[in-house]
């Protein structure tokens, strides 16, 4: 007997993937930006360290609370127009029926063929092929409130250990140059992966996200610096 052939496709994970290289992109950038802002304005190192760890602890919450808040809206919306949908097939079944076939035409199909698959699919699930088909919501891309802000706060925290764990082991004298490259270092590489993972070119997506995250430390560490001086 033949197996039955398997496509894994980038979309099944475009979701939590999303939340999570935001997520971690976020805790690096953030979190070494306010190092390096903190530590150019001359403060002790055990400032400097209170002041990321309570950049990481910020961040991860305004990450989650932000992404539930966010993906939920779009979760509401969704369930919203599902209820709309299947009102309308109680209320206008004919309609739906020409409804669902003119888009199967839309699609390319003739119009007796689109008549055909339309009643077909609706008399298997009419609900799912108009939320499939007239909506756009699939199982793949709907949206996942506690998932995506979970997967943002974790992935913020694992990005801002990062340039923290740095902090920690640099010697004061150093601390700016260390933090700053291998923050960066870092974030060329999560770009890369990013890049790789969403089928992207990995050199662009390393590039992108390295040129914005330097300027951000940049312009921080600059911040720092002129009150730092005037203080």
Known sequence: MRQRHIERHRTKRIGWLRAAVLGANDGIVSTASLVLGVAAAHATHSNIMVAGVAGLVAGAMSMAAGEYVSVHSQADTEKADIELERKELKTDNAGEHKELAAIYVGRGLDPALAKQVADQLMAHNALGAHV???????????????????????????????????????PAASLIPLVSGTSLVFLAVLGGVAAHAGGASLTAGAMRVTFWSALAMGLTAGVGALFGTVA
Do not use: C, N, V
């Open 132 to 170: 499939r088909d007239e909506l756009g919501i699939t199982k793949a891309l709907s949206a996942r409130p506690i998932q995506a802000a979970f997967s943002s706060a974790a992935s913020f925290a694992i990005g801002a250990a990062m340039p923290l764990l740095i902090t920690l082991l640099a």
